[in-house]
């Protein structure tokens, strides 16, 4: 299991915040995580989040409130509001089926770490790098770092 694993979130990193919620489709190659950050424009992080649940739904079906009450009434809010607000704003790609998770803020990232280099898709850090307090971090697989 990896400590961290970095999401490149862009346009959707207001809704994450805002519904403690991401979704991505599925299947996907990430390897199992203890918490998960995610990139803005520029790369930087701002926090920390601890995954509570995980799930696979698809977004468009039209029974999709009922298929969500094994949820708790407020995640189950949370995930409906985010996935109508991720139609309405953006869309979902055209996969049907997508990942969910409901998140916890773990740490909130006021140094706002990012990677030294510019990364277009999902890395790793260790739990410690992340937390160092440092402005520019090192991937978990940047050997140079040592």
């Given at each position: ?8 979130a ?16 599925h ?101 410690d ?18």
């Amino acid at each position: 299991m990896k400590d961290v694993i970095s999401i490149p979130a862009g346009g959707t990193q207001a809704l994450i915040k805002k519904y403690l919620i991401h979704a991505h489709p599925h299947p996907r190659s990430y390897k199992e995580s203890k918490y998960m950050t995610f990139r803005r424009n520029g790369g930087f992080m701002e926090a920390l989040y601890r995954v509570q649940q995980e799930f696979v739904l698809k977004h468009g079906d039209p029974d999709i409130e009922k298929k969500v009450d094994f949820l708790e009434s407020e995640v189950k809010n949370r995930l409906l509001g985010y996935i109508y607000e991720r139609r309405n704003k953006f869309g979902f790609e055209k996969k049907e089926e997508f990942k969910f998770y409901v998140l916890k803020v773990e740490k909130e990232l006021d140094h706002l770490p990012s990677p030294k280099e510019t990364l277009q898709g999902h890395t790793y850090y260790t739990f410690d790098e992340i937390t160092s307090g440092k402005r520019i971090i090192c991937r978990e697989s940047d050997k140079s770092c040592i």
